[in-house]
């Protein structure tokens, strides 16, 4: 089917699983070649084979640690060498290391800073500068509703989810005259396989939180992320989406 997607080129970061696998599908669907990056190749092939069956164009896959600075920009280099641009870029990568402040490792603070904030950092600051070039291109985080109203176990995870916000904010403001959206994607509580860990009643307490009374899906999340890389949204920047159910409003 030929979209206004169709042709489009995309890095989709933390694409192995989840959302980010989810993402990359949708995009695909669309005609858009992706950039597979995250730290499990195999995990990575896997999406790209189901891309590839459904009809969509062929992936790339990049095995990379978002988290190192000088991979990071390596690994956004050689994709735009090899796929000859970048139109989309969609920052999903990210991990959890909860636990109460007090009882928090520095360890654990500064892996998830340094993947879920830090990673967004290089790897934005890396497809900028083509997108600059162009004078137009998307850029979509995905953040979290833990970001805007904390979540206790969680303040390594929402101070690295609320910094996003900021950094969207900022850079929408940095780039815009160049025709480059930037703009958040903020989850609720959603049906991955990191809350499948979760027992029955942990979830149930979850979705009594949720207006719409259900977890949501990969597919909500990467419907929005649709939305906001297409010529729809072209006038959408600096904001933050939530798909929450109402959880948060």
Do not use: H
Request: glycine content about 10%; charged content about 20%; overall charge neutral.
């Amino acid at each position: 089917m030929v979209t206004v997607m169709k042709g489009k080129i995309a890095i989709i970061t933390g694409a192995s699983q989840g959302i980010g696998r989810e993402i990359a599908l949708v995009l695909a669907s669309e005609g858009v070649r992706c950039g597979l990056f995250a730290r499990n190749l195999q995990k990575l092939e896997a999406v790209a084979s189901d891309i590839m069956a459904a009809g969509g164009p062929e992936a790339i896959c990049c095995q990379v640690d978002v988290s190192k600075a000088e991979a990071a920009d390596a690994a956004v280099k050689q994709f735009i060498e090899k796929a000859g641009g970048i139109d989309f870029l969609v920052n999903n990568a990210g991990c959890t290391r909860d636990n109460l402040l007090l009882r928090m490792k520095n360890d654990d603070w500064d892996e998830v800073i340094a993947t879920d904030l830090s990673g967004v950092f290089y790897i934005t600051r890396a497809a900028l500068r083509p997108m600059l070039r162009a004078r137009g291109g998307r850029i979509v985080t995905i953040t979290s509703v833990v970001g805007e109203m904390g979540n206790a176990g969680q303040s390594n995870y929402a101070a690295a989810k609320a910094g996003i916000i900021g950094f969207t904010k900022s850079v929408a403001r940095e780039v815009g005259s160049r025709s480059i959206t930037v703009n958040a994607v903020a989850p609720g509580y959603i049906d991955t396989e990191m809350t499948s860990k979760l027992t029955d009643e942990v979830k149930k307490a979850f979705v009594e939180t949720v207006p719409l009374a259900r977890m949501g899906t990969a597919a909500d999340v990467a419907g929005t992320v649709k939305f906001l890389v297409s010529d729809a949204a072209a006038y959408i920047t600096g904001q933050v989406i939530g798909v929450n159910g109402g959880m948060y409003m």
